[in-house]
């Protein structure tokens, strides 16, 4: 079948990388794409969000899978657009329906839902722009530090979290005056919860589900989780302290009813379901939804997949998840980002790319790059995701450790930290 990959990171990297490996795929298209892509399929130069656009490349390349990577076109409504037109109501699309998409777009309707199906969360109240005093108010009953979330979309950018109350009661007016514009119209405020983050993916077809394997990201920018909170530093699969005692509590407790929620309030869901939990005291509690792969965690949880990406994806689109089967690489997996110099602040780009002229024991996910002259130059924050998968998490990381030293470009950062935590290295 021919197929379309939507996005440009190194998230779509990873999943274009795996589909291309299906023995049901005719052609591989992405779009945007980036250069790590072109050698898999053709990239396309239009954008995820431009819906227009986005069906004259179905149309034209006779696709009959979509898979949709960013969240921005799920929550503006790529799959009713699908759904409403008559051309392409044909067409397989990955990602949930833009009511559904809200259990990442919105994160008072996911509170709500989770509420709705007892699904464990920390408690929490939302204030819009006409309650900053109520609100507050409310922050005068909770126990520092005060969490405060914007409602909707904010590039990564719209939790925070304080320890002085005056200081948290100012920044949510500032929330509700528009600091992120209409993201930030309603705010969550939410009880802090300690303890350990783990990331559980699913896939659905609305009604079952399979689990793909865990992981564990690294936001802040600096080395013992130190600094600024970024897109993603780095990740690692499985993560060790996920037994097979929480991960059933975690799969009774939080994705089973998830899931049956999901299809007793007949949501058009088709896809992914990222669930961003934390374990306190050895309970699980949802942090967030997130109706895609999340992204570096796709970078380590893909490779580790034995099963056929594409036949799974076309098993949900059928409505026939149960039938299939997942098979997971019992090896570790282990990706390190490669960062451009000052993010997540501001940094520059068009930074000549140095790359080993083979890669054996690594995979190399682009993410903020292009080709300029024939060759390859930075483009974003994040540039470069370098995976390695082995027997055994350290020597997973050992082996990105060493290809990284093969690679350079002015300015490159990165933490030579990823999974120590988890190792038992780290206080």
Not at 137 to 161: C, H, N, R, S
Not at 358 to 383: N, Y
Request: aromatic residues 8%; hydrophobic residues 40%; proline residues 4%.
């Amino acid at each position: 079948m021919n197929v379309l990959v939507l996005g440009s990171g190194g998230r779509e990297h990873a999943i274009a990388w795996k589909i291309a490996q299906s023995s049901l795929l005719s052609k591989l298209f992405i779009a945007p794409g980036n250069p790590g892509t072109a050698s898999l399929g053709q990239n396309l130069n239009l954008s995820p969000v431009d819906f227009p656009s986005v069906k004259r490349a179905v149309l034209e390349h006779q696709i009959q899978l979509v898979v949709v990577g960013p969240e921005q076109p799920l929550v503006d409504g790529i799959v009713d657009f699908f759904r409403a037109d008559a051309e392409l109501a044909h067409v397989k699309i990955i990602g949930p329906s833009k009511h559904a998409a809200q259990l990442e777009g919105s994160k008072d309707f996911a509170k709500a839902f989770m509420r709705r199906h007892r699904i464990p969360t920390a408690k929490y109240a939302t204030f819009d722009h006409t309650q900053i005093t109520e609100g507050q108010a409310f922050l005068e009953t909770m126990q520092p530090p005060f969490v405060l979330k914007a409602d909707g979309l904010a590039a990564g950018k719209g939790v925070i979290i304080l320890d002085d109350l005056q200081e948290a009661k100012e920044q949510l007016a500032t929330l509700l005056n528009g600091q992120f514009g209409a993201a930030s119209r309603r705010v969550v405020i939410e009880e802090f919860l300690r303890g350990i983050e783990v990331s559980v993916f699913a896939i659905t077809d609305g009604k079952s589900y399979k689990l793909l394997p865990s992981a564990k990201d690294y936001k802040r920018i600096g080395e013992g989780d130190q600094g600024l909170n970024t897109g993603g530093m780095g990740a690692v699969s499985p993560v060790p302290f996920v037994d097979d005692a929480l991960m059933d509590r975690i799969e009774k407790e939080i994705v089973v009813p998830t899931v049956q929620g999901i299809r007793e309030e007949s949501m058009d869901y088709v896809g992914f379901i990222f669930f961003g939990l934390m374990i306190s005291d050895g309970h699980p509690f949802v942090i967030e939804y997130n109706c895609r792969m999340g992204d570096p965690e796709t970078e380590v949880v893909i490779p580790r997949l034995k099963s056929d990406l594409l036949s799974l994806l076309e098993g949900a689109a059928l409505g026939e998840i149960s039938e299939q089967d997942v098979q997971v690489d019992a090896r570790c997996a282990a990706t390190v980002m490669l960062v451009s110099g000052g993010y997540p602040g501001d940094y520059t780009t068009g930074k000549k790319i140095h790359l080993p002229q083979e890669v054996t024991d690594s995979i190399i996910f682009h993410a903020g790059t292009k080709l300029q002259d024939e060759a390859f130059v930075t483009a974003g924050g994040r540039v470069l995701a370098i995976t390695s998968l082995a027997i055994g998490l350290n020597n997973a990381l050992e082996k990105s450790y060493r290809e990284i030293g093969n690679i350079n470009f002015d300015g490159m950062v990165y933490r030579r930290d990823i999974g120590k935590d988890v190792l038992g290295e780290l206080a």
